[in-house]
């Protein structure tokens, strides 16, 4: 009875709730608003506006607009290993080698495994948390389970991991053209980063985030998995020259580190303090996250397993217990851990074939090693097109991130236009690469970002978030003889009623992981600078 009345008191509470957020004023103008009406918009607009901010936040990058609209595509593991893969690929790959050059061979290769097998718990707290509310995105999770304050947190952190995103992408420009120019117009010395940077925003980065749809760079993503496929194969056969004795004069300047002091051996099984353990650990982390394209994925693979003539509906559908909750599960969990095996397996080429290649000089940047010259272990006509391929891809991938970032602000900061206008893309472009460029350009080195990034974003979408939204429950139904603890928050701890004892635990593990990463992944990484 006690447990009957609990259930009956917490739907009431989340009922009141809701008929008080549905009694507030929704019209409000930017010129004479009030306070209260603006954080009220601010609230709908990262919250229950689905069809402009929580849709276009981390998916938008994963496939084009037109097919979230309606969430009518459906794919089976095959395209959700693939996507997975994809949304793990990006920039944080070229700073893997620089993590064992830090922590020592086996402490690098220890991070790159131990982070996925966390990752892997946390993406079945997900999935579990998204099969009891229904959710297809990750801000409508967070708000199903940890209340309206999770669903603001969540949306905060997705525009902050989209921001951090475009300026380390900036930063890839900004090491690469000064590279590029002195290679093509024969200059006797590097040109300013910045000013190369500057040329490439006001060129091809504002014009792109600019574009009213993203549909003309759909074909971005596919470009970029043949473009990393073949800087992998690159990268070893550099190890491989080397090993070999093929390149000389590269296997020699293993030795001496970045500040020119030749060491005892190239490599070590373990190195490097506590602290610089703790300031790579979230670069690690950054090349695995994929979380906030969990929810969509999952949500595309359960409507392809959906019986014939039965509805699209993910929270109806999987309903806890019930035999299709547990194959859309386990279906979804055997393409996670493939995804997640063959990111591994990627990594660990990229960072073993990098750090062979090149050794104690292995640079934050692994691309800056790659100069033409007697110290490259590859040929001095390929060096130019990997740069030359990575910064397309950095230049047609930030828009596709970008256009989620700018529609978000747009929303924030003009209610009454809800579709932007040119004037308004071009501005909002402008400023969102301005931003872009002046943190690109104050960041000395690309792992810094990696850094920083990983530990506060990476770290909450990875670890925080997944263990606190399955530890919640559904806002609506609370399980078992629990403390509620009604606050301004409006959190209530309450696990899944089918959650089994190990998954609480685990759950609380990864919770207490991921608060340790935050803060003091975050402390070590600002200290060293």
Known sequence: MQELLGRARASSCVDVLQQQSLAIPRTNTWDNSEWRNWRTHVEESLLFAETVVPRTIGVAALVPESSHAAHSGKSGIGSTVGNLVNTCMGSGMLSLPWVLARCGVGGGLGLMLLVPLIANVSIDLLVAAADHTGGRTLTAIAQGTT????????????LLLSFGVLVSYCVVIK??????????????????EALCLGLVCAVCLVPLSSMSTMAQLRFASAASI??????????????????????????????????????????RPLDGSPTQWL?????VLFSYLCHHNIPFMYSELADASLPPKAAPCLGAAS???SGYADSCRGS??????????AATAIYLATAAGGFVAFGAATAPNLLVNLQPGPADPLPDTLVPTLHSAFVGMMITTFPTVSFGLRTACHTLCFPN???????????????LVFASHLCAVAADDLCFVFQIVGSTCGSMLMFILPAAMFLCGPAAVRYGNV???????????????????????????????????????????????
């Open 226 to 267: 043949f473009l990393i496929a073949g800087f992998v194969v690159a990268v070893v056969a550099a190890a491989l020259s080397v090993e070999v004795g093929s390149s000389p004069v590269a296997a020699e300047a293993r030795v001496y580190d970045a500040h020119g002091l030749k060491l005892s051996s190239w490599w």
């Open 417 to 431: 236009t809800p579709t932007a206008t040119t004037a308004h893309r071009w501005t909002e472009a402008a400023a």
């Open 483 to 529: 403390v509620q603890v009604d606050g301004a928050l409006g959190f209530h701890l309450a696990a899944p009623e089918d959650a089994t004892p190990a998954m609480v635990s685990c759950a609380w593990a990864v919770l207490g992981f991921g608060i340790f990463v935050t803060v003091a992944c975050t402390a070590a990484s600002v200290g060293l600078q």
């Open 332 to 341: 979804f969990r055997t393409a996670t851990r493939l995804a997640l095996l």
């Open 175 to 192: 090491q690469l053209t000064p590279r590029l120019a002195r290679y093509a117009f024969g200059l006797p010395s590097l040109p300013s």
């Open 319 to 321: 309903t806890p217990g």
């Open 147 to 158: 209340g309206r304050a999770g669903g603001l947190l969540c949306t905060s952190v997705l």
């Open 279 to 283: 300031s790579t650990l979230p670069i």
